[in-house]
C-alpha cells in the first residue's frame, strides 16, 4: 500500500487541479473575446511618435481585463476594467484617468475587433455625441486602437489612432 500513496496523492492533487478549472467562471469563449488586447505595450500615434505605455492583464479570477495606462505626456495616467457583463450580453469598459475624467463604453467583437462606444451625450455646444472606439487585433500580432467621437450621428472626429507594439 505504501507504494501507491504517492500515485494517490498525484491523482488527488491533479483531480483538485482540474476542479478549480472548472469552477473559472470565466473561463468561457465571450471572456476570451479580448484577450488579444492582454500584454505589455509599447504605443505609438499614426505619425509614428511614441504615445506612451499600456499593460493590460486579466484579474479577478480572469473575469476582468484592467488596463493601465501611462502617456508620453508627464503626468497622464489611466485605469479601465473591461469585463463581458451576462446580463446584457455585451462587454463593457469603465475608463477613469488623474484628471477626473471618465468613460463607459459597451459593444461587442466583430470579427477581429472589438467595438465599444458610449450612450449618447450632450456637449458643450448642445450637440449629441458618442465616442467609440475600436481595437483591431491585427495578424502581425499589433493591435490598433481608434477613438471616434461622433456628431449628430454623422460628423466623425479622431480622437486617437494608436498602435499597440509588444514590448520586448
Not at 6 to 33: G, R, Y
Request: hydrophobic share 30%.
Amino acid at each position: 500500500m505504501r507504494k501507491f500513496l504517492p500515485f494517490f496523492v498525484v491523482v488527488l492533487f491533479s483531480i483538485s487541479l482540474v476542479a478549480q478549472d472548472s469552477n473559472c467562471n470565466c473561463c468561457t469563449e465571450k471572456h476570451s473575446e479580448f484577450d488579444f488586447w492582454v500584454g505589455s505595450w509599447e504605443v505609438t500615434n499614426a505619425n509614428g511618435t511614441k504615445a506612451g505605455e499600456n499593460t493590460i492583464e486579466k484579474i479577478q479570477g480572469k473575469c476582468v481585463l484592467q488596463e493601465n495606462w501611462i502617456s508620453a505626456t508627464p503626468g497622464y495616467t489611466g485605469t479601465s476594467n473591461n469585463f463581458y457583463n451576462y446580463k446584457t450580453k455585451q462587454w463593457e469598459q469603465i475608463w477613469i484617468d488623474n484628471q477626473g475624467q471618465s468613460l463607459h463604453l459597451k459593444g461587442n467583437k466583430v470579427g477581429n475587433q472589438m467595438i465599444l462606444q458610449t450612450d449618447e451625450e450632450t456637449n458643450k455646444e448642445g450637440k449629441v455625441i458618442v465616442h467609440r472606439i475600436t481595437w483591431t487585433d491585427n495578424k502581425d500580432g499589433t493591435v490598433r486602437q481608434l477613438w471616434e467621437t461622433i456628431t449628430e450621428g454623422k460628423d466623425v472626429t479622431i480622437a486617437f489612432d494608436g498602435l499597440y507594439t509588444p514590448k520586448d
